[in-house]
Structure formats: C-alpha cells, structure tokens
C-alpha cells in the first residue's frame, strides 16, 4: 500500500510530513520514479514572483537534467544559481471508497531541491543531449543528423545534484474503516496508463525505414 523507507531524508526540509509513511528516500526508488517520468515542473523565482515551470528532464548518474533554449527566461534564470524545486508525478490510477473522504489517488511523484549548474563544456552537453534522446528512443541518436555548432550553441542544458530529494509512493486499494465496509457502493482501484498511439509518418520519407523505438510513459527505461 505505501512505500517502505530504506534510507534517512536528506534534509528536514526534504522529509514527507503528510502521510510520512509514503515517503521513500533510497536513491533506487527515487531514480525508478525520476526515469519513469514524462515531464517535469521547475519552480523558481523570477523577477521577484513565483513561476513552476513544466519542461522534459531525464536523469544520468546523480544528476537530473532539462535543456531548452539559450533565450528561455527559465533558463537564464536557473543558470544564475538560484534554488529551485524540481517535481514530477506519474499517475498510476483513481482509488474509489466507499466515502468520498477516502477517495484517493496511486501516483509515484518526486522532489528535488537545490541550485542547477550550467553545462557548458560542449562535448558533455552533447553526451547528455544524446541520454536524453536515448532515454524515450533507444538507439535514435546515432541514426539522426549528426548536431552541428549552432543547434549546440542555441541550447541550455541545466544540472541539478540528487543530494536533497525525496519521494512519496502510493498503490494498491481503498483504506475503508472496517465500519464502512459494508456500504453499497462500488470500490475498488481504476488504472490509469498513457498509451503509445500508431507512428504517423512524416510525408516524403524513403520506403523501408523502421519505425522508431519508443518508450512508453510512466515505464522505466531499461538501464542504459
């Protein structure tokens, strides 16, 4: 039902007060959620006011990443070194009850605290621009155009350490109090996935081209 702690939070700031049970803060469990994830939301401050963020990330080693434009106001912002909260969420389904008090959800999220480094040596932001396309497409990047100076130039790649993160899990059924177990009303756990559609081809391509691999979302990668 909750996910067990094997590991101390990092921080009391990182610690899951609110159902603290859900709260995991081993690197294993962390990862898993991090790699399963589609997208991300960075929250910082801007000009004085608060602004999250959605963006792709994807995670190499002890580090969790995002890229985007060199003009991004995000990322110009990031890059100054101020702290900023990473999240993100894989919802994995609806948990009907027989109150609506005890509706819940089954979800895998994440936080992650610190302050983002830029990459600027351009031979690791192109390892880490090919991780990030490796992660959803397994073996794209070496079949693409190869990245020349100028797309290299025009794009940001960010860096936050995993040392201040924490994660909260929850799965499986309803937690009914024994008196509203016989109630008349249907409970039980709706699943919840993202499913890939059919590949729709651009006009124009050369016959016999495979289809490209994708992952799915809310799966984790096969380690790379």
């Known amino acids: 039902m909750t996910a067990s702690r094997t590991a101390r939070a990092p921080s009391a700031f990182a610690r899951v007060r609110r159902l603290a049970d859900r709260g995991a803060y081993d690197r294993a469990a962390i990862d898993a959620v991090l790699d399963a994830a589609t997208l991300c939301t960075i929250a910082h401050v801007v000009e004085g006011r608060p602004v999250a963020t959605p963006t792709f990330h994807w995670r190499v080693g002890d580090r969790v990443y995002w890229h985007g434009s060199v003009a991004s106001r995000m990322l110009r912002t990031?890059?100054?070194?101020?702290?900023?909260?990473?999240?993100?969420?894989?919802?994995?389904?609806?948990?009907?009850?027989r109150s609506a008090f005890n509706?819940?959800?089954?979800?895998?999220?994440?936080?992650?605290?610190g302050r983002p480094e830029l990459v600027t040596d351009p031979a690791e932001k192109t390892r880490l621009l090919r991780a990030?396309?490796?992660h959803w497409f397994p073996g794209r990047w070496g079949a693409l155009r190869p990245i020349n100076r100028k797309e290299l130039g025009?794009?940001?790649v960010l860096s936050l350490p995993l040392d201040e993160?924490?994660?909260k899990i929850r799965s499986g059924g309803a937690d009914d109090p024994v008196r509203?177990?016989?109630?008349p009303v249907w409970a039980g756990v709706v699943p919840v996935n993202q499913k890939l559609g059919?590949?729709?081809?651009?006009?124009?391509?050369?016959?016999?081209?495979?289809?490209?691999r994708v992952v799915?979302?809310?799966r984790v990668p096969k380690a790379r």
Do not use: M
């Open 198 to 212: 059919r590949p729709q081809p651009e006009p124009g391509l050369k016959r016999g081209l495979r289809r490209p």
């Open 78 to 97: 990031n890059a100054v070194g101020g702290e900023v909260c990473l999240t993100v969420t894989v919802f994995d389904g609806w948990v009907l009850a």
């Open 165 to 167: 993160a924490s994660a």
């Open 216 to 218: 799915p979302p809310g």
């Open 154 to 156: 025009a794009t940001s």
């Open 180 to 183: 509203d177990l016989d109630w």
């Open 103 to 113: 509706h819940t959800a089954n979800y895998r999220s994440v936080l992650c605290f």
């Open 132 to 134: 990030f396309t490796d």
